[in-house]
């Protein structure tokens, strides 16, 4: 059972990978949010973070965002003044685990009187209090719109899930003492990891207890920092053990029963097991019976209808999960499996489980040992490209439609405000990514204002700022500086560039990245899954191993080809009712770093007359459109090589071009403007 799991890619590497970058691809969310203005913190929480899962469970990720302007408090001595101070209250009229929320005065340590809102009430025993629902009665004031997601989970680089906004509470809540108080010694958790608890901040979530008779007002109390904690504290073989009832709860319990027994509960389950028994029970060998501890305890908690919280005891999980008539199914099931003595987990279909360990037990071998870990080594790696890109990109639409020296002035603030002495090792990390795409913006607009006002003179500061933005990734910071020079008509520092791109650029190994849209991911290189799954620093092989696509924003036109500006104009009035509000890349030039290479070669090589040179280049632009699957710009690169074609008289490929330009994006496409362009052409010849 452990080699398949290790197989299949629940494994120490894989979850470490999880680990790290799920905990980059935070830092990034948060840093990017924070520095267009938004007061909070934002976290990533459950299986993909916690490294518990598969490709087959394929969880998803919950987003909490927590609303630095609100302080939730338990005593009067932590209010703050200009804060939105609510006081929470538990009582015996509230249930485990819930609170209710008073609101208090921002201007002195006193309750608010005046119920000035719908979404405040006023109780019978004159406490205004705040309804649950207060998101949704003003979502336009606290909705978090990033990328292309709203408060709804696609974003690229992060897992379907929950998007959640909570109030932060920095006190452990009253319910959760006992817990925090305890004092262990032998038995996990450690007084070492009960005191990390004890300063973990919780959280308080919009959602009543079901059937309560303050359902509407109750707040439910989340200690998931602290789980989190916990969870990243688990050997690998508990880990294991998790991730099996969770193919258990997905092969014979969720489709029959859905909405009963949770993963949370399946977690809960096992943080208590754990702390039954001691921590050298839990070894490899032992895994099968583990899991059939963890099963036969689920099963009375099921038979029991309890299944208390591991931090706040008295919240039972289970209340009211199960009717008459599904709690004897369900504990059939349970005992089918448990009494199955393993026969049943030949059942799991979940990444092909059963039939693995059906295989490896008859001793044939239908799993490459590194097929699955370096697969999902690469796919974790290309997430957090995604991520990067998708939150460089929230900067750059913040910003998009202001003048250059106004643009330059905010994103020089952004940085010098955000550059905190107190970050952690990985919020560095994030800072550091974003900052290079920062330094290469600035520097682009800087010299596209001095190519402007100063007759193609370029100031060495605009150089300098690009200069710290080329290793962002292999190729995309060092096109824009090439970009620069040829619009400055410097065709020999441009062609060194260029050929420097070239020779970063392996093919067999570098994976396109486009963080504008959500655009459909194919499978990718095999070098580059095993370059990600082998190296220890995988932040660091995002410079090496991964090609963002190259944005412009308007007040970087001068520094970009002609060809490229008509992309910044693609709609037309009757294209912008057909756009959504998570379509403001569109008003960007953007197009992949390989076609824009092989583009500026052309060009450039058109420029210094080499006839040979250039037709490579234009063939390498044809060939990259047909073999590149993920090309997040394909449209544009088709724009380009049409304009190419009509450079070379080649009218009818050209109009070949842009016709299958539109296939791609009908609509919001700047091949309509280069067809109105190339027939206006046939017609005056």
Same mark, same amino acid.
């Given at each position: 059972m452990s080699q398949v799991m290790d197989l299949i890619g629940v494994n120490e590497k894989?979850?470490?990978?999880?680990?790290?970058?799920?905990?980059?691809?935070?830092?990034?969310?948060?840093?990017?949010?924070?520095?267009?203005?938004?007061?909070?913190?934002?976290?990533?929480?459950?299986?993909?973070?916690?490294?518990?899962?598969?490709?087959?469970?394929?969880?998803?990720?919950?987003?909490?965002?927590?609303?630095?302007?609100?302080?939730?408090?338990?005593?009067?001595?932590?209010w703050e003044y200009g804060k939105c101070n609510l006081l929470m209250i538990q009582d015996e009229n509230v249930s485990p685990g819930y609170c209710l929320l008073q609101a208090?005065?921002?201007?002195?340590?006193?309750?608010?009187?005046?119920?000035?809102?719908?979404?405040?009430?006023?109780?019978?025993?004159?406490?205004?209090?705040?309804?649950?629902?207060?998101?949704?009665?003003?979502?336009?004031?606290?909705?978090?719109?990033?990328?292309?997601?709203?408060?709804?989970?696609?974003v690229p680089g992060v897992k379907a899930g929950d998007f959640v906004i909570a109030l932060p509470c920095q006190l452990r809540p009253v319910q959760a003492r006992h817990w925090f108080n305890q004092h262990r010694e032998e038995h996990w958790p450690t007084y070492d990891m009960i005191q990390y608890c004890r300063n973990t901040k919780c959280f308080v979530v919009g959602v009543g207890k079901t059937g309560s008779v303050n359902e509407t007002f109750e707040w439910r109390i989340s200690t998931s920092v602290a789980e989190r904690f916990l969870m990243f504290n688990l050997n690998i073989t508990q880990?294991?053990?998790?991730?099996?009832?969770?193919?258990?709860?997905?092969?014979?319990?969720?489709?029959?029963?859905?909405?009963?027994?949770?993963?949370?509960?399946?977690?809960?389950?096992?943080?208590?097991?754990?702390?039954?028994?001691?921590?050298?029970?839990?070894?490899?060998?032992?895994l099968f019976t583990c899991l059939s501890f963890c099963l036969s305890t689920l099963y009375n908690c099921v038979q029991n209808e309890y299944c208390p919280h591991f931090f706040i005891t008295q919240n039972n999980l289970m209340t009211g999960r199960f009717t008459p008539e599904t709690k004897p199914l369900i504990l059939e099931t349970l005992r089918y499996v448990i009494e199955s003595n393993g026969r049943a987990l030949f059942e799991i279909e979940c990444d092909d489980f059963g039939l693995f360990l059906q295989s490896s037990l008859n001793g044939i071998n239908l799993i490459d040992a590194h097929c699955v870990p370096t697969h999902i080594a690469g796919r974790l790696l290309i997430d957090t490209a995604l991520a990067q890109g998708v939150h460089f990109q929230c900067l750059l639409r913040d910003n998009y439609n202001l003048s250059p020296i106004l643009t330059i002035k905010k994103l020089l603030t952004l940085m010098s405000n955000h550059h905190n002495e107190n970050f952690s090792n990985i919020d560095r990390k994030a800072y550091c990514l974003l900052t290079r795409y920062l330094c290469c913006t600035i520097g682009s607009v800087l010299a596209s204002l001095n190519i402007y006002q100063q007759d193609q003179f370029i100031y060495r500061k605009a150089l300098s700022f690009m200069s710290l933005g080329l290793d962002s990734d292999v190729a995309s910071g060092k096109l824009k500086l090439a970009s620069v020079f040829y619009c400055t008509g410097d065709m020999e520092r441009t062609e060194l560039?260029?050929?420097?791109?070239?020779?970063?650029?392996?093919?067999?190994?570098?994976?396109?990245?486009?963080?504008?849209?959500?655009?459909?991911?194919?499978?990718?290189?095999?070098?580059?899954?095993?370059?990600?799954?082998?190296?220890?620093?995988?932040?660091?092989?995002?410079?090496?191993?991964?090609?963002?696509?190259?944005?412009? @924003?308007?007040? =970087?036109? /001068?520094?970009?080809?002609? &060809?490229?500006?008509?992309?910044?104009?693609?709609?037309?009035? +009757?294209?912008?009712?057909?756009?959504?509000?998570?379509?403001?890349?569109?008003?960007?030039?953007?197009?992949?770093?390989?076609?824009?290479?092989?583009?500026?070669?052309?060009?450039?090589?058109?420029?210094?007359?080499?006839?040979?040179?250039?037709?490579?280049?234009?063939?390498?632009?044809?060939?990259? @459109?047909?073999? =590149?699957? /993920?090309?997040?710009?394909? &449209?544009?690169?088709?724009?380009?090589?049409?304009?190419?074609? +009509?450079?070379?008289?080649?009218?009818?490929?050209?109009?070949?071009?842009?016709?299958?330009s539109l296939q791609i994006r009908g609509r919001n496409n700047s091949a309509k403007i280069n067809i109105c362009k190339l027939l206006n052409k046939l017609i005056n010849n």
């Open positions: 894989i979850v470490m990978k999880r680990r790290k970058l799920m905990l980059l691809n935070e830092s990034l969310f948060k840093l990017s949010l924070q520095l267009i203005g938004n007061d909070l913190n934002m976290f990533l929480f459950g299986s993909q973070t916690e490294g518990t899962t598969t490709l087959g469970l394929n969880s998803d990720t919950d987003c909490l965002t927590s609303l630095n302007k609100f302080n939730v408090i338990q005593d009067w001595s932590e208090l005065r921002d201007d002195a340590p006193l309750p608010q009187v005046v119920k000035c809102h719908d979404y405040l009430y006023r109780d019978r025993m004159g406490r205004i209090l705040l309804k649950n629902t207060f998101f949704n009665v003003v979502p336009n004031a606290y909705a978090v719109r990033h990328g292309p997601a709203h408060t709804t989970p696609a880990i294991k053990c998790y991730v099996l009832m969770k193919m258990i709860l997905k092969a014979f319990i969720t489709q029959m029963f859905p909405n009963s027994i949770t993963s949370f509960m399946c977690k809960t389950v096992l943080l208590h097991c754990i702390s039954y028994t001691r921590s050298d029970a839990w070894k490899e060998n032992t560039i260029l050929k420097n791109i070239e020779e970063c650029y392996d093919l067999s190994v570098v994976e396109p990245v486009c963080g504008c849209y959500d655009s459909k991911q194919y499978a990718r290189r095999e070098i580059f899954n095993r370059l990600c799954y082998e190296s220890n620093e995988e932040w660091a092989l995002l410079k090496h191993i991964t090609a963002s696509c190259v944005c412009y @924003i308007r007040c =970087e036109i /001068n520094c970009c080809p002609f &060809e490229l500006q008509h992309e910044m104009f693609r709609s037309t009035q +009757e294209d912008f009712v057909h756009r959504s509000e998570d379509d403001d890349w569109m008003d960007f030039a953007a197009v992949d770093s390989l076609p824009y290479l092989y583009f500026l070669q052309y060009k450039t090589y058109s420029r210094l007359g080499r006839l040979d040179d250039k037709q490579r280049a234009l063939s390498n632009i044809a060939r990259t @459109i047909d073999v =590149e699957p /993920n090309l997040g710009h394909k &449209e544009t690169a088709l724009n380009l090589l049409g304009q190419c074609m +009509e450079q070379e008289n080649n009218l009818d490929n050209a109009f070949k071009c842009y016709a299958r």
